[in-house]
């Protein structure tokens, strides 16, 4: 974990949920596969908001002086996402009103995406020290090692 730059480990995990949506798509006649798909984007969606919020929000933020505006905008994009996870959850797997739900999450998710790739995320990484990106790396790794020995 050392090794990776932080900001990687974000794209990375911006990358993975582009590649399962499109997935989803491609599987939308094979009924298990479907299943299968959503149950692991899902888990990357809830992981990814988690450690977002819990490690990385007030970093990329910083002091900016409209901070409290990007962060309800942030805030909004992730329960966008959440809701959206939340009502596929009550319907059935490849249902109308599932793909409807799933495709309100890819959404939700892309803006979130777009909204942190645009606000400084690459920035970030070449303004902040290098033992900060390590060190938020590490948090980054020990919240994800911990979501998934707890099973998310």
Do not use: C, Y
């Not at 400084?120 to 090692?145: D, V």
């Amino acid at each position: 974990m050392d090794d990776l730059d932080f900001v990687d480990l974000v794209l990375n995990d911006h990358v993975r949920v582009a590649r399962l949506f499109e997935e989803l798509e491609e599987a939308a006649d094979d009924p298990a596969r479907l299943v299968a798909l959503w149950t692991e984007l899902r888990r990357v969606l809830l992981a990814h908001l988690g450690a977002f919020e819990e490690i990385f929000l007030l970093p990329l933020l910083g002091t900016a002086a409209d901070r409290l505006a990007s962060m309800r905008q942030l805030n909004a994009e992730k329960i966008d996402v959440l809701d959206a996870i939340a009502e596929a959850r009550l319907q059935p797997t490849g249902s109308p009103l599932w793909w409807l739900a799933v495709r309100a999450a890819r959404a939700s998710a892309s803006r979130h995406i777009s909204s942190v790739e645009a606000g400084g995320l690459s920035k970030f990484g070449q303004q902040t020290p290098e033992q900060t990106i390590r060190e938020l790396a590490r948090q980054w790794g020990r919240f994800m090692a911990d979501l998934s020995r707890d099973g998310l």
